[in-house]
């Protein structure tokens, strides 16, 4: 009941940033908890953040903390995640998710995803 629609993947230098966006359609968006996973290839899907569905609590992954933050927009029905000081390492394909599960760090507690966009990082 709820169609994400991930964007803002690209090729961004060691350092560099970049925002990602979810669009979300269907059911409330407000009702669901969002998470960003990441996949890079022969890895397993990897939680990155979390963000309550009120927006008032996220949980980071220690890798990512203190340069990534997750963010949502209501009125727009959109969920972000700014990326700062990617590293080499962390070239993957983003996804976004819904969940009933506020803040859980399991691919399975998620009941819709996004196609997935791609970040690559070059040296």
């Known amino acids: 009941q709820v169609q994400l629609v991930e964007s803002g993947g690209g090729l961004v230098q060691a350092g560099g940033s970049l925002r990602l966006s979810c669009a979300a359609s269907g059911r409330t968006f407000s009702n669901y908890a969002m998470g960003w996973f990441r996949q890079a290839p022969g890895k397993e899907r990897e939680f990155v953040v979390g963000i309550t569905g009120s927006g008032g609590r996220t949980a980071y992954a220690d890798s990512v903390k203190g340069r990534f933050t997750i963010s949502r927009d209501k009125a727009k029905n959109t969920v972000y995640l700014q990326m700062n000081s990617l590293k080499p390492e962390e070239p993957a394909v983003y996804y976004c998710?819904?969940?009933?599960?506020?803040?859980?760090?399991?691919?399975?507690?998620?009941?819709?995803w996004g196609q997935g966009t791609q970040v690559t990082v070059s040296s």
């Open positions: 998710a819904a969940t009933v599960v506020p803040l859980s760090q399991t691919p399975r507690a998620y009941n819709y």
